[in-house]
């Protein structure tokens, strides 16, 4: 296991110990916000050395990829398990979206492994962000009251919440600045990145385990839902990525994304637009559950899977 995951562990036991480990609100605040940048710069920079029409064609077909994974969860969730149309749609939207700090670890996994990858796949990253959030509203408001959307709240929670201001916002400033403009600031966003990440996946220990006991009251069927529908997304984010010619480390992370759920930037905006739903699901199933899997378990099954697919 890699050591970093290993941060994750330790808070979720030091908490379910009853510790009184914990880090300053401002701390994990400021964490949040350096991860954020630190992976929209790297993907600018990378982003600046590529023609924009080659990379156009692959930026739309993940955008197809975010669209799709929702659209699937969403009649599993409705017919098999039983949800509500609320509940059902916000728990596909979280699932349509990403989860950054999966994607870092990914970012980690094939470092430690000398495994090369596109390095503009923050772009991706970016781009799925959105696409689940918009399906989820969509599935929720299916035959009516789409006038209690309080559209102009929800546009702006998505497109400048934080989680998007600051990956686009790196990511647009790696872009103008390029490689060059961005050697002063490496030392501090690049070489201090794996312990920044070190100290938040503590704190996500430490947050998941808190909420474990919703695990309770969620039932079975979430538990097998998140758990089997990051593999299902995993297996459709692997087929995508070879099929737009990426690498296999590009593959493997196009798959981590497409498994991973959000659970920062899509937990704000479905308060905002499906009010109905309880968000306590959605967290259960996206943090306590398939955010653990993926770090542990999910990520080198995917890497099988990538192998299986990918021909590598």
Not at 123 to 141: D, K, W
Not at 156 to 168: D, N, P, R, Y
Not at 227 to 247: D, N
Request: glycine residues 10%; charged residues 10%; aromatic residues 10%.
């Amino acid at each position: 296991m890699d050591a970093i995951a290993l941060f994750f562990v330790l808070g979720f036991v030091a908490r379910l110990a009853r510790s009184d480990l914990k880090l300053p609100a401002q701390l994990y605040e400021a964490l949040s916000i350096y991860l954020l940048l630190a992976i929209g710069l790297k993907g600018g920079m990378e982003l600046a050395k590529q023609a924009p029409m080659e990379v156009l064609p692959q930026a739309l077909a993940v955008i197809a990829l975010g669209v799709v994974i929702p659209l699937i969860a969403f009649p599993i969730l409705y017919k098999l398990g039983r949800l509500d149309r609320f509940n059902a749609a916000a728990i596909a939207g979280h699932y349509g979206s990403v989860s950054v700090v999966t994607f870092a670890v990914a970012v980690d996994y094939l470092a430690a492994r000398n495994l090369p990858y596109e390095a503009y796949l923050p772009l991706f990253l970016v781009l799925l962000e959105m696409p689940g959030i918009a399906i989820g509203v969509l599935l929720a408001r299916l035959g009516g009251q789409w006038r209690e959307i309080r559209w102009g709240t929800l546009l702006h929670e998505i497109f400048l919440g934080k989680s998007m201001v600051l990956l686009a916002g790196g990511l647009l400033i790696g872009w103008a600045a390029g490689p060059k403009g961005l050697e002063p600031l490496e030392p501090f966003f690049f070489d201090l990145f794996k312990g920044a990440l070190c100290l938040f996946l503590l704190e996500m220990g430490l947050v998941a385990a808190a909420q474990a006991g919703a695990l309770r009251s969620s039932g079975v069927f979430l538990a097998v839902f998140a758990i089997g529908m990051p593999i299902v997304s995993a297996v459709l984010g692997a087929v995508l990525g070879t099929a737009i010619g990426l690498s296999a480390g590009g593959t493997l992370l196009l798959a981590t994304l497409a498994a991973s759920a959000s659970y920062i930037a899509a937990p704000a905006a479905m308060r905002i637009a499906i009010p109905e739903a309880n968000p306590g699901l959605s967290i259960t199933a996206a943090l306590v559950i398939t955010f653990p899997f993926n770090l542990l378990i999910g990520i080198p099954l995917y890497h099988r899977i990538v192998g299986l697919i990918h021909g590598s």
